[in-house]
């Protein structure tokens, strides 16, 4: 799957590639290193982050699938030796995300971020890294939760950050260029989703992998 991902974007002629997902990143870092491209997963910008940042105990949230690699969590320690790290897998936000279950002040939202963080409250946590790029579309509530006090480190922006580094680029601030869409998924569903989140229309053009 990851190496069809691959190609698909190759065949588009582009110039660098961002892994754009805590749980391909977290099984399949070196297939994504090794494409033959500038390329960047979300997992090592964001632990950069937060060696430099020093900010611990560190709790990093993600899906199942990255949780269960121990990725994060391996990476983290090898560069914060002594560093309190917590990993806690809240699959269900992303469902959330997907489902359109983003104001701050969604009662499903709220219950699903208490639940999962709850056994994280009183744990001392300096800095948390929302580990699947979903996440930073419901920060607010996260913050809400925890407090903005603690230093949040969204994966999404750390990778791009990363790569405008490698490419020598200043992508993210620019603002020009073309974008496309595509999505595997039902493109009606993509586009109404995608355009209430991105706050401008969104139109997709559907794929196979």
Not at 42 to 71: F, H, M, N, W, Y
Not at 168 to 193: M, Q, R, V, W
Request: hydrophobic residues 40%.
């Amino acid at each position: 799957m990851v190496l069809d991902n691959l190609a698909l974007l190759k065949s588009y002629d582009v110039r660098a590639i961002i892994a754009a997902c805590g749980t391909m990143s977290a099984n399949a870092g070196d297939i994504i290193k090794d494409c033959g491209l500038p390329s960047v997963n979300v997992i090592d910008p964001a632990v950069k982050v937060a060696q430099v940042a020093g900010c611990a105990p560190v709790l990093v949230i993600a899906t199942e699938a990255s949780i269960r690699t121990g990725v994060f969590g391996q990476k983290l320690r090898e560069t914060m030796p002594g560093a309190e790290v917590f990993e806690a897998a809240t699959q269900d936000f992303v469902r959330l995300c997907e489902s359109g279950h983003t104001d701050i002040g969604d009662p499903e939202l709220a219950f699903s971020v208490e639940g999962y963080l709850r056994p994280y409250k009183d744990k001392g946590i300096k800095s948390v890294i929302l580990g699947c790029t979903h996440f930073a579309i419901i920060g607010d509530a996260i913050k809400a939760y925890f407090g903005e006090d603690i230093f949040y480190i969204p994966t999404g922006e750390t990778a791009a950050e990363e790569l405008c580094r490698q490419i020598g680029s200043d992508a993210p601030h620019e603002g020009g260029g073309n974008i496309t869409y595509l999505t595997s998924g039902d493109t009606e569903s993509f586009d109404k989703l995608a355009s209430q989140l991105m706050g401008k229309r969104v139109k997709s053009e559907k794929v196979s992998i």
